[in-house]
């Protein structure tokens, strides 16, 4: 059986490295309004909440970190209500990876184990693709994002 490939989104912007990890960290900037947590260091724990219900969340803690190089956030919790299976994410691993050349930075977003074959996929990739697009590459580059 061959293997799913990953949902991946990858992007440049004009700014260093060290700005963006600080702008991809500041998940409240971007992502969602409500958030609760820190996501900045290693060990560091967030969760962020969809629509009006608190019972609609996912729960990260940040696994490993590369300084301007990459970060990753390991899903330990969640409940998804738009989908069937509500704990499709735990377990996931949500990995930016992070490169600068001449003043730009190049940026991988791949949501680990999130496929084709996931559930929540066609859902999911317009999600993902629209907070990246739409409100981190902003927050990065103007100090402004959208978060919803």
């Known amino acids: 059986m061959k293997k ?3 949902f991946s989104y990858s992007f440049t912007v004009k700014a260093s490295a060290k700005e963006s990890m ?41 696994s490993e970190v590369v300084p301007e190089k990459k970060v990753v956030w390991l899903v330990t919790d969640c409940n998804l209500h738009w989908i069937d299976d509500k704990k499709e994410w735990k377990g996931n691993e949500c990995i930016w ?20 074959q996931s559930e929540c996929y066609e859902s999911c990739k317009p999600g993902w693709t629209h907070h990246i697009k739409d409100s981190l ?9 959208f978060p919803e």
Not at 36 to 50: L, W
Not at 137 to 145: A, C, Y
């Open 97 to 116: 990876d992070i490169s600068e050349q001449k003043g730009k930075t190049k940026i991988t977003f791949t949501h680990q184990g999130m496929n084709s």
């Open 22 to 62: 600080k702008a991809i960290s500041q998940v409240k900037q971007w992502w969602a309004k409500k958030y609760k947590g820190k996501a900045a260091k290693v060990n560091d724990k967030f969760s962020v909440y969809f629509g009006g219900a608190d019972d609609t969340f996912v729960d990260f803690k940040i």
């Open 4 to 6: 799913q490939k990953d």
């Open 137 to 145: 590459i902003k927050l990065i580059e103007n100090r402004k994002g």
